[in-house]
Each structure stands twice: as C-alpha cells, then as structure tokens.
C-alpha cells in the first residue's frame, strides 16, 4: 500500500484532520496537478504524523506550496504525540529529511493553529512566518455572542431584518453571482467553475459544506458564502456581496446566519484568514478574536529566491 493510500484510510478514521489536509479536500482542490503525503510511523507501525502537499514545477525545478482556497496544510500530528516534545522533534527532523529528499527548490505551507511542530522546525532551518485568522471559539450561547458584536453591525443586523436566509442556492448560481460582484468592484474571480462544482459536490457528499444565501423580500440575491466544515471549525470559506446592495445589512446578515449554522452544529467559526487591514476590520466586529498561526517556508536553492522575486516585480509592473 503506497502512503497515499495509507493516508486516505486514516482521513476515513481520525476526525483530528482538519478538513483542509483530508485526502478528498486535497482531490478536488489539487484536480490536474500532482499531491502527495510524507509519513511518520510511531513505534508500533503506526501513522504518527502526516504532511499532505502539492507539488508544482517551475523552469524545471520541484517546489511545494498551497492549494487554492485552502488555509492550512503543513504537518499534521496524532493527537497522543502532540504534546510529547520529544516525539515531535523526531517527528519533524524525520520530515525535515524526508522534504530534503524530495530535491526541492522551494517549500511553504500554512500550518494548523497551535501546531507544536512550527518552533521545531525553525530549529531545522525553515523560516517561520507569523498569520492571524479571527474565530468565535465558543458559539454556544447566541444571545450573547450577538452581544458582543459592535455597534455598527448591530445597526446593519436591524436593517437586514427584512431580509431572509436561504439555503437552496446552486453552485452554478453561486458562482455566477460571485463572478458579478467581483465584476462591480472591478476585480475577476480567482477560481473556476469546474472547481467550485467538484469542491460542492463532495462536500454535500461527505455533509460538511453548505451554501448560504441572503435574499430581499423580492426574492432578489443581495450575498451569499460558502461554508465548509470538519469535526471541530466551520470556515467561511468563499463570501461575496452585491456592492448594489451594501447598505441593507445583507452582509452582517450572512455572517450571522453562517455563526447560526456552527452552533446548530457545535463547531468553532473561523473566518478563513484575515491579513487585509479591511476583512479583518469587519471581522473583528463580530465578537471574533485574533488567532495566531504560521506559515513555515524554505528555500533550498538561493536562485529560486531571485527568480520568484523578479516574477513579483513584473507581476506587479503588468497591474
């Protein structure tokens, strides 16, 4: 049995997998490209630890970055060996060795928050980079969760009040809507349809996703996210808004619906990453707390750097 094939049986066992590193996340947002899984065995033969990654190709060289639409990647280690410092140093210099082998000439990924192996592996030469997401840890209670959003999304939710939520939308409308409000705000969209279909498709398969419209008392789509979830977070995944329609508090509205759902079903909200001064703003204010967590880089061929660096400059040159 190759290791892919191990990991795929795990991801069927152990719900300590964060959705974005399960095998079947990692099909259908690596569709036409190549993933693979490291492995660590304990002493006993078993999975201690697993590191799921997508490899690309660039001017002839290997390099591993992340997904598109996926947060977290990086090391994922058995929840028995987590808080065992030695374990997890052996565990990380067997990694370590293993990415060496691999010839690389660039590596990144975005590890799980709390990961206990982000300070051992800067002690194995990797670059550690700190994130902020903000979550909603504790959504049991609602009424005082509302509470503590701010005063201006309180003022939007009063708004909204003739508004109503709806879960019924398709894919196929949700993407052309999203195509339409990035089109207002000049921008293009960054994924295609085929994706968002195959992603859809198995979540509503596997029951851990759901599209979530706000809707006017014309029946008129005013926003509408993309939910996604495992055994412990709910991620708002993909949000879009009508800039036609952002003074009815249709936005503040799909938040809260979407809180509504992680607490229907138990489950931390994240907001899927917030480094844009502005999405964090309007995330703050709804009772959600900056949470820390890192991405751990490595260049191991010094001309890689100068050429991902020159890319950037003519990038931004072409904008």
């Not at 693979?36 to 490899?55: F, H, R, W």
């Not at 489950?267 to 964090?280: K, P």
Request: hydrophobic content about 40%; aromatic content about 12%.
């Amino acid at each position: 049995m190759t290791p892919k094939e191990q990991y795929c049986n795990l991801c069927k066992t152990d719900t300590s997998i964060p959705v974005f590193m399960q095998d079947w996340w990692m099909d259908a947002v690596c569709a036409g490209k190549c993933w693979d899984v490291l492995l660590c065995y304990d002493s006993n033969g078993q999975i201690g630890a697993a590191m799921p990654y997508l490899l690309r190709r660039r001017i002839g060289q290997s390099y591993i970055v992340m997904p598109q639409m996926t947060q977290i990647g990086g090391l994922w280690i058995r929840t028995d060996l987590q808080q065992d410092s030695a374990q997890v140093q052996t565990i990380c210099q067997n990694i370590a060795q293993q990415l060496h082998a691999l010839d690389l000439a660039y590596y990144y990924q975005q590890f799980p928050i709390h990961s206990s192996a982000v300070e051992e592996l800067s002690q194995q030469g990797f670059s550690i980079q700190e994130r902020v997401t903000y979550r909603i840890e504790d959504v049991n209670d609602m009424d005082a969760l509302v509470a503590t959003f701010s005063k201006n999304k309180k003022r939007q939710l009063q708004k909204a009040q003739v508004l109503h939520a709806d879960l019924t939308l398709n894919p196929e409308d949700f993407y052309r809507f999203h195509v339409q409000c990035l089109q207002q705000q000049g921008k293009q969209i960054n994924y295609v349809r085929e994706f968002l279909l195959v992603l859809e498709r198995k979540t509503t398969r596997l029951n851990c996703g759901q599209i979530i419209a706000i809707r006017n008392a014309e029946d008129e789509l005013l926003a509408a996210a993309y939910v996604v979830w495992d055994a412990h977070s709910m991620y708002y995944l993909i949000p879009c808004y009508s800039e036609q329609y952002k003074d009815s508090g249709a936005g503040a509205l799909l938040v809260l619906e979407a809180i509504k759902l992680a607490h229907e079903k138990g489950l931390a909200f994240d907001f899927e990453g917030s480094m844009i001064s502005g999405v964090a703003n309007h995330y703050k204010q709804f009772g959600s707390t900056a949470t820390t967590y890192y991405s751990v880089e490595k260049y191991y061929k010094w001309w890689f750097r100068l050429a991902t660096l020159y890319n950037r400059i003519k990038e931004r040159k072409m904008h």
